[in-house]
Nanobody, 123 residues
Framework: QVQLVESGGGLVQAGDSLSLSCAGSGRSFSSAGMGWFRQPPGKEREFVASISRTSNTYYADSVKGRFTISRDNAKNTVYLRMNSLKPEDTAVYYC?????????????????WGQGTRVTVSS
């Protein structure tokens, strides 16, 4: 069974840092484009960051300069390092994998999604 499992969420204060992990299982994700998305309370899911199989990275304007996406293919894991967190970063964060077809960095057309991890940033 192919699946993604996020971890690392929690409650932090504004200005703090947090690192999320997304571990894949059931197959290798080394050739997959990977993405992080988030859904703030009462809002639509939105793109956060993505990384291609060649490690090109893409970011939403709202997180550029604060968040860093990376991948470790040996561990089948993708990371999201979040610095200078703001209350508006509060959301459930999801990772996703584009296993087949063309990888479009900010698209929502991913093949496998994790269950999400909650991040709460207090002011």
């Amino acid at each position: 069974q192919v699946q993604l499992v996020e971890s690392g969420g929690g409650l932090v204060q504004a200005g703090d840092s947090l690192s999320l992990s997304c571990a894949g299982s059931g197959r290798s994700f080394s050739s997959a484009g990977m993405g992080w998305f988030r859904q703030p309370p009462g809002k639509e899911r939105e793109f956060v960051a993505s990384i291609s199989r060649t490690s090109n990275t893409y970011y939403a304007d709202s997180v550029k300069g604060r968040f860093t996406i990376s991948r470790d293919n040996a561990k089948n894991t993708v990371y999201l390092r979040m610095n200078s967190l703001k209350p508006e970063d509060t959301a459930v964060y999801y990772c996703a994998a584009k296993l087949w077809g063309i990888f479009v960095p900010a698209s929502f057309e991913y093949d496998v999604w994790g269950q999400g991890t909650r991040v709460t940033v207090s002011s």
